[in-house]
Nanobody, 122 residues
Framework: QVQLVESGGGLVQLGGSLRLSCAAS????????MGWYRQAPGKQGELVAV???????NYAESVKGRFTISRDNVKNTVFLQMNSLKPEDTAVYYC????????????????WGQGTQVTVSS
């Protein structure tokens, strides 16, 4: 069974920084894409950033230049460095692993973490 465990959320002031981490565990052979999504109260969920195993990245326009996604393919871990945080970045951030292949059994291709709260105060 594949599990994603997030850490690093919290409360920060306007202009501050946070670093989110998400570690995937289980009998994983490979993960093509890992990323972060967020959902603010009363709003639709949105993609924040995604990174492939080859290192290609994609960011939401609203976070370009402020957030940086990276990953450790050996440890199946993805990171999101968030700088210059704004109140509109306040949301629950969810880690996602997509196109997952498992060893010795067929697992679901997509997995989600439990979410971590990020709150930016003004």
């Amino acid at each position: 069974q594949v599990q994603l465990v997030e850490s690093g959320g919290g409360l920060v002031q306007l202009g501050g920084s946070l670093r989110l981490s998400c570690a995937a565990s289980g009998r994983i052979f490979s993960i093509d894409a890992m990323g972060w999504y967020r959902q603010a109260p009363g709003k639709q969920g949105e993609l924040v950033a995604v990174i492939t195993s080859g290192g290609s990245t994609n960011y939401a326009e609203s976070v370009k230049g402020r957030f940086t996604i990276s990953r450790d393919n050996v440890k199946n871990t993805v990171f999101l460095q968030m700088n210059s945080l704004k109140p509109e970045d306040t949301a629950v951030y969810y880690c996602n692993a997509d196109r997952v292949l498992c060893s010795a059994y067929v697992c679901r291709p997509t997995h989600w973490g439990q979410g971590t709260q990020v709150t930016v105060s003004s």
